[in-house]
């Protein structure tokens, strides 16, 4: 028996066309947090939390999209995240076969090319099956580029770009001389990527929990005490605005 796919054009729905101003950030980075809290002030399980968030994963892909962002990076699973029970975590990691399941199609139909970033061979192979397949099926979409990061932690990611570095000198491909900041970019799993202009997180906290360490360095940060589940378009719009007020100096006067 076939699922009962929910088929549309994202730019097709009309409440919420929004033009491309002056200043909409290119790349928009979210710590997508409080899962856990949205079930357990229902007297639900952790995991219900989850599921429910995904829906939210979709609302703010198809806000992006109608907003023409470029880039929509999302804080998925952490490195730090295996110390959870294993029961919440293989339902996180089973995540992203039921999203892709449900909305790729949509996906598709939108343009929109997915990507990971983070330590992905050490996923389990129904996430990395489910993913790799999407990030095969989308790989020539030129329109947002939704990049899951995926048992991702900054730090992984600089001391893996230092070894890779450190093998290309040995090997002479690479001169100390030539290692520059640019340079060390190219090393990092987001290699290619503009560094997120905002970045977005929910729930509450107020930190970065091991994200994007190296990349958010002149980001704009909005975070709201909004639990990821109850994320709507509409708050997406507003960090957008506040994000449009902001004056990026970058150092400069
Ligand atoms: C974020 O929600 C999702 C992941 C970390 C995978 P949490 O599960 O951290 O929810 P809280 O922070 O406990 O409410
Ligand atoms: C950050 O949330 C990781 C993801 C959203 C995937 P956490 O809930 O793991 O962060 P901490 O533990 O509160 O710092
Ligand atoms: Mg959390």
Redesign the pocket.
Known sequence: MSMKIPFFNYKQTKELEVQRVENTPDHIAI????N?RWAQKRGLPRIAGHKEGVSAVNKVVKAAVNSNVKILTL????T??WKRPKSEIDFILRLPKEFLHIYLPDLISNNVRIETIGDFDSLPSYTREAVQYAIDKTKDNDGLLLNF?LN?GSRLEIVHAVKQIISDIDNSKLSIDALDDSQFSNYLFTNGLSDPDLLIRT?G?Q?L???LLWQLAYTEFWFTDVL?PDFTEENFLSALEEYQQRKRRYGGI
Not at 75 to 78: D, L, P
């Open positions: 710590i997508m947090d409080g856990g804080y998925t699973f952490s730090e995240n990061a991702y729930g906290e930190r929990s091991n994200f990821w």
